[in-house]
């Protein structure tokens, strides 16, 4: 995590933009040669440095499952690479990408197509892509920290670090505590950055001070687990080096679209997110493939989804909580799979639709 001249252990809320985090950060200066630059300066001049940029362009390593939403993170899981393009136009222009999951935002119609052929579409999109969003938008990131530090005297750790060769490299630490509440189970503390204990160092170039690398470290019983690092990225103050055709959608010939719920009496109505998950397992476990195309988006079962879920064992169906933008709630499971694996999750499910239904959306 670079070295740093202390350790400061901070209780914080999320922070605005980014992770959702709002922090207590001290600001240190540091002193290189006969300069003196403070943290906050650093923060001002890295926000001010990004703040017309046109376009930017992001390579990301996470922990996540391949098929899971962009937001969530698994310490368990491998690093994956995850690609972000953002244009700063009105209305944006988003494409982020990562193994087994794609969303394009065009400015006037959202695509998310989860492995190759499942595809949903929507008038707005920026849910589909959670604070990854807030990640591409650095300088409101920053300028929120400036804003912390000048209005609630914030804390945090700035240093300097040697590299191979070349000037010292400033790096600011922080660490936080994560959000938690009534309705958010332990369990799931480790699924969203924004809810777990970490540590967050930004790395700052020394000569242009711009961003140029962003670890999080989640806090874990095995440890600290690198769950998030910005290897790279590219600002164009111009939008000149995007190609349009990042931005535009190919549908898979053999597409299989998320279908709009339909209404299907009080009785589906009636029912709430426990109840649904309860239900779309139950039918999993009798293989009754038409009652889970009823209760999920997507259909119909695909043969991979019948093998993975045919005649599973329902451990415990936890209470449901609602955490982050997510418009629906997340309904904790324990399931055993016909294989023998023991699977412990999140099942996501919403009823913004016209059905006004609860359906199940993701957390598979």
């Not at 440095?49 to 499952?65: D, E, F, P, Y």
């Not at 969530?72 to 988003?94: A, G, H, S, T």
């Not at 299989?256 to 997110?273: D, E, H, K, S, T």
Request: with cysteine; hydrophobic share 40%.
């Amino acid at each position: 995590m670079g070295e740093r001249k202390r350790k400061l252990t901070v209780v914080s809320t999320l922070l605005v933009l980014f992770l959702g985090m709002t922090g207590l950060l001290v600001w240190f200066g540091a002193t290189i040669g006969q300069a003196r630059l403070s943290a906050l300066d650093l923060l001002s001049l890295a926000a001010y440095n990004t703040k017309n940029a046109g376009s930017v362009h992001m390579l990301i390593r996470m922990r996540t499952a391949t098929r899971d939403s962009f937001h969530v993170i698994d310490p368990n899981c491998d690093l994956v690479q995850v690609e972000l393009w953002k244009e700063f136009c009105d209305p944006p222009r988003w494409r982020v990408s990562k193994p087994g999951r794609l969303a394009v935002i065009d400015g006037q119609s959202s695509f998310l197509q989860i492995d190759s052929r499942f595809v949903t579409r929507s008038s707005t999109g920026t849910e589909l892509v959670g604070w990854l969003g807030d990640l591409a938008d650095l300088y409101q990131i920053l300028d929120s920290e400036v804003r912390l530090a000048r209005d609630q005297c914030a804390e945090a750790v700035l240093s300097y670090v040697t590299g191979a060769a070349g000037p010292l490299t400033p790096v600011i630490t922080i660490e936080a505590t994560g959000q938690s509440g009534s309705n958010v189970i332990d369990s799931s503390k480790n699924a969203w950055i924004a809810r777990s204990d970490n540590v967050r160092v930004y790395e700052f170039d020394p000569e242009t001070k711009f961003v140029r690398n962003l670890k999080v470290y989640v806090h874990s019983d095995a440890g600290d687990v690198l769950a998030l690092e910005i290897i790279a990225i590219e600002y164009d103050f111009e939008m000149t080096r995007i190609a349009p055709a990042i931005f535009t959608y190919k549908l898979p010939d053999d597409a299989v679209w998320f279908g709009a719920p339909q209404p299907l009496g009080q009785g589906y109505q009636r029912m709430r997110p426990e109840e649904v998950a309860r239900a779309f397992f139950q039918a999993c476990a009798k293989e009754d493939w038409d009652q889970v195309s009823r209760l999920r988006c997507l259909s119909p079962v695909d043969e991979y989804g019948k093998d993975l879920l045919g005649r599973l064992e329902i451990i415990s169906i936890g209470i449901p909580f609602q955490c982050g933008l997510y418009p629906g709630w997340f309904v904790p499971y324990k399931i055993e799979l016909k294989c023998g694996t023991i699977k412990e999750w999140n099942l996501a499910v919403r009823n913004d639709n016209a059905a006004r239904r609860y359906v199940v959306d993701g957390g598979i």
